[in-house]
């Protein structure tokens, strides 16, 4: 029944720029904070950005300056403009749950950033 559909994600070349976006359902959007994070092949899913229910912010150090988390709790969905990417950015992003509090994961969308 939970739904969480990540889109926008593309090819671009370094120093460009994307905007995700996150649509939930069944999941008790206003009351959760939210949060994206990224997974790069071979590596551990890790933390980007998260926003909280009043929309406070929290960034991975590696984001921090270049990425911009929100949220619009009448559409149930969240953002990140992801600007000056580098080749480090590349992976599969995805929202969820801040902090995750289950194992429900979408299929992400994939960021590639080229050298």
């Known amino acids: 029944q939970v739904q969480l559909v990540e889109s926008g994600g593309g090819l671009v070349q370094a120093g460009g720029s994307l905007r995700l976006s996150c649509a939930a359902s069944?999941?008790?959007?206003?009351?959760?904070?939210m949060g994206w994070y990224r997974q790069a092949p071979g590596k551990q899913r890790e933390f980007v950005a998260g926003?909280?229910?009043?929309?406070?912010?929290n960034y991975a150090d590696s984001v921090k300056g270049r990425f911009t988390i929100s949220r619009d709790n009448g559409k149930n969905t969240i953002y990140l403009q992801m600007d000056s990417l580098g080749p480090e950015d590349t992976a599969v992003y995805y929202c969820?749950?801040?902090?995750?509090?289950?194992?429900?994961w979408g299929q992400g969308t994939q960021v590639t950033v080229s050298s």
């Open positions: 969820n749950k801040y902090p995750i509090t289950w194992d429900y």
């Open positions: 069944g999941l008790a959007f206003t009351i959760n904070a």
């Open positions: 926003i909280s229910i009043r929309s406070g912010t």
